[in-house]
């Protein structure tokens, strides 16, 4: 059966005003599988399942909106007492001369589009193929455009402990910007790896990132999403993850207007464990979506998806996030919980937590959750002379400390925690 014509000419629409990166035959082969894909699935539509509670038109469309950068900051750069090593790019484009030096100890560091050139490269086995792994039984059409057509991108290959975090910084400097970056990384038999991101990057930011975690090999994401609130952004991470391995994902986002971000994992060997958690912070036009599914493929594996959002004044959350069991995971356990904080009757929460099990021998859950404060704490700490705003904030931040509590590293998640104090002060009375 066909696409419906409108999906069509939308789908047509965008590929038109996009042109492929040129390399090697085995980039050129993943582009191609891409943008088949992509034909055959159309562009996303609200009558798609996993798309009725967000709305892609502005991810769709041929040009990006407006979107103003936002230029005056009371704040110091994140992770800025962190020693990093810094990858800059500028409304998606490589910034050699602000970045670091692209070498250091135990990790090999390239860019997409100089890799795209050699006839062999280890990202061959990555570049596309666990974005096409997940594109079952859920279509991501989005991530699919992406592979077919990103032209930068960092690709990273982890061969022993890496010392130091590896942080990308993504700058917003022009109000029609339309960016669309691909990072692939491997990290190999039991090494370990950090990478950091930062930034609004776009106007309209459309990112992969496929991750291969070896086995007993350790992976470690935080993110922090720009404070320009006119942007839209959809990311995608696709981990496949091995034997005793561990993979662990934060994201912290405020402000945006429009902002959906996916997570596919794979736990395909025994004893691995992956935890994905993620805090939102929203006031007014302000929608958030977080779209999770975890496949458990293999004995005696964790997977974790905390997930809390805080709105405000007509803001929107979304949660989706589904585990699935497959039959001979035995001893599988799964915790899922998502929660969001109103604090005025104009916010909404939207969830569709799901579970899929064909195992018998497992532990799995999962809760979703939307209120207000807790009235008799608020009223606890008004009694003993603290103000309602702060009393509030207070409340509030205990609200998320489950899901800040998921980074392991102790400086970075104060970090975050100081960040989100900020966002709320600024919001007080």
């Known amino acids: 059966m066909g696409l419906p014509q409108a999906k069509l000419d939308s789908t047509e629409a965008r590929i038109a005003a996009l042109s492929p990166l040129t390399g090697a035959a085995w980039i050129e082969t993943a582009q191609a599988g891409a943008l088949a894909r992509l034909r055959a699935m159309g562009l996303p539509g609200r009558r798609d399942e996993y798309w009725r509670y967000t709305n892609p038109t502005g991810l ?22 962190l020693d990093t090593l810094d990858i800059v790019f500028r409304d998606g484009v490589f910034d050699a001369g602000a970045s670091d030096e692209l070498s250091l100890e135990g990790v090999v560091i390239e860019r997409l589009g100089e890799a795209a050139l050699a006839d062999i490269h280890w990202a061959k086995d990555v570049y596309g193929v666990l974005e096409e792994r997940g594109q079952a039984p859920v279509q991501r059409p989005l ?20 010392k130091k975090p590896i942080r990308f910084v993504y700058l917003h400097e022009s109000e029609t910007s339309d960016a669309m970056l691909h990072h692939v990384i491997k990290v190999e038999e039991g090494a370990e790896l950090t990478v950091l991101e930062n930034g609004p990057a776009a106007a309209r930011f459309n990112k992969v990132m496929e991750v291969e975690v070896a086995d007993k090999a350790a992976f470690h994401h935080i993110r922090a999403q720009g404070r320009d609130h006119e942007r839209q952004a959809v990311t995608h991470i696709f981990a496949r993850l091995g034997a005793e391995s561990l993979f662990k994902s934060f994201t912290m986002t405020a402000n945006g207007v429009m902002t959906r971000n996916e997570a596919v994992i794979e736990l395909t060997g025994n004893d691995a464990s992956a935890h994905i958690a993620g805090v939102a912070l929203g006031d007014g036009d302000f929608h958030h979506d977080d ?61 569709k937590p799901e579970l899929e099990i064909y195992a018998d021998d497992v532990a799995c859950s999962h809760g979703s959750t939307s209120g207000a404060l807790d009235e008799d704490a608020l009223f606890y700490l008004r009694a003993r002379g603290v103000p309602r705003s702060e009393a509030t904030d207070m409340l509030t931040l205990a609200f998320l400390a489950e899901a800040i509590d998921e980074i392991a590293a102790a400086e970075i998640a104060a970090e975050i925690l100081d960040r989100l104090e900020g966002w709320l002060a600024r919001r007080r009375g």
Not at 143 to 162: E, K, M, P, Q, S
Request: hydrophobic fraction near 45%; charged fraction near 15%; proline fraction near 2%.
């Open 60 to 81: 769709n469309a041929p040009q990006a909106a407006a979107a103003a950068v936002f230029s005056v900051s009371d704040e110091s750069p994140i992770y800025g007492n």
């Open 291 to 351: 779209t999770v599914f975890v496949t458990h493929d293999a004995v005696n594996c964790e997977s974790r998806q905390v997930f809390k959002k805080v709105l405000r004044n007509g803001a929107t959350g979304v949660f989706q996030g589904k585990i699935l069991v497959k039959a001979g995971a035995q001893k599988t356990d799964g915790y899922q919980i998502s929660q969001a904080l109103l604090l005025d009757d104009n916010a909404q929460f939207l969830a």
């Open 143 to 162: 991530a699919a455009l992406n592979t077919a057509f990103a032209h930068d991108g960092i690709l990273l290959r982890a061969t022993g402990v890496v």
